[in-house]
Nanobody
Framework: QVQLVESGGGLVQAGGSLRLSCAASGSIFSINAMTMGWYRQAPGRQRELVAGITSGGYTKYAASVKGRFTISRDNTKNTVYLQMNSLKSADTAVYYC?????????WGQGTQVTVSS
């Protein structure tokens, strides 16, 4: 089985930065071969994909975060990262990592990011 644990969230002022980490345990080889993504969900709103990274390191971003967020991965550490700069109040959400397709069994507790104005 695979477990994904998100960390690094917190309270930050608008314009500030945070780096989120997603540490994987279990069947790591399978995770490292997959396209991974960071998702976010605000209360009462749909979960949305904000960034993705393939096993080869190619990245894509939602228009709302492009130029501000950077997704990366270190397969030797079984970890996916999300560097978030120039944070806005609209970025406030719980952030989750998962595969590109969002496998139901892989959703964790997420990490809360709160951006104050």
């Amino acid at each position: 089985q695979v477990q994904l644990v998100e960390s690094g969230g917190g309270l930050v002022q608008a314009g500030g930065s945070l780096r989120l980490s997603c540490a994987a345990s279990g069947s790591i080889f399978s995770i490292n071969a997959m396209t991974m993504g960071w998702y976010r969900q605000a209360p009462g709103r749909q979960r949305e994909l904000v960034a993705g990274i393939t096993s080869g390191g190619y990245t894509k971003y939602a228009a709302s975060v492009k130029g501000r967020f950077t997704i990366s991965r270190d397969n030797t550490k079984n970890t996916v990262y999300l560097q978030m700069n120039s944070l806005k109040s609209a970025d406030t959400a719980v952030y989750y990592c998962n595969t590109e397709g969002g496998r139901s069994a892989y959703w964790g507790q997420g990490t809360q990011v709160t951006v104050s104005s």
